[in-house]
């Protein structure tokens, strides 16, 4: 059996699929009955205990959802979740979420590094910029094979 297979049969195991959607752009899809009393998914909280202002994201920010709302997660939890292990995430995919142009809450994000060799990815627009000293090897040109080599770092993040 491949490792997919077995992926599949453990969720299709221990989860029970409460629905699905095709969400498209300026579509908004919010997890949760807004007629019932809330209650935090993550620490079990509810009012007066826990309150519920803030926009809770099913799926953070900044890998593009725009969408996806939960009604489950109190603010306490939302304010951990966004400056810790989502931070974490964001800090983690910023390279691939440069280059594949994915707008988060700010934007496309920049990648840059100062000092004598600084260099900088960004994105305005329609056009992708791509800068560095020129005797800094961060970016190579393979034109024989039609080839770009970005080599660049990643913010601090806490992995497991």
């Known amino acids: 059996m491949s490792d997919l297979e077995q992926t599949v049969r453990f969720y299709a195991s221990n989860y029970e699929l409460l629905g699905q959607w095709l969400v498209c752009p300026g579509d908004k899809v919010v997890l949760g009955d807004p007629t019932q009393p ?4 993550f620490c079990g909280e509810s009012p007066p205990g826990a309150t519920f202002h803030k926009q809770a994201h099913a799926i953070p920010e ?13 603010d306490a939890c939302n304010q951990a979740f966004g400056s810790g292990i989502e931070n974490d995430l964001g ?8 280059f594949a142009r994915i707008r988060g809450k700010r934007g496309v994000p920049t990648l840059a590094r100062g000092g004598p060799s600084g260099w ?3 994105y305005d627009q ?11 090897l961060r970016f190579v040109v393979d034109e024989a094979n039609k080839r770009l080599s970005a080599h660049v770092v990643r913010d601090v993040y806490t992995g497991v």
Not at 62 to 74: D, F, T, W
Not at 126 to 136: G, P, T
């Open 62 to 74: 900044a890998l593009g959802n725009k969408s996806i709302e939960s009604l489950y997660e109190c």
């Open 38 to 41: 809330r209650r935090c998914r």
């Open 120 to 122: 900088r990815v960004e």
């Open 126 to 136: 329609s056009v992708m910029a791509m800068l560095a000293n020129e005797k800094d």
């Open 91 to 98: 800090n983690w995919t910023q390279p691939m979420r440069a």
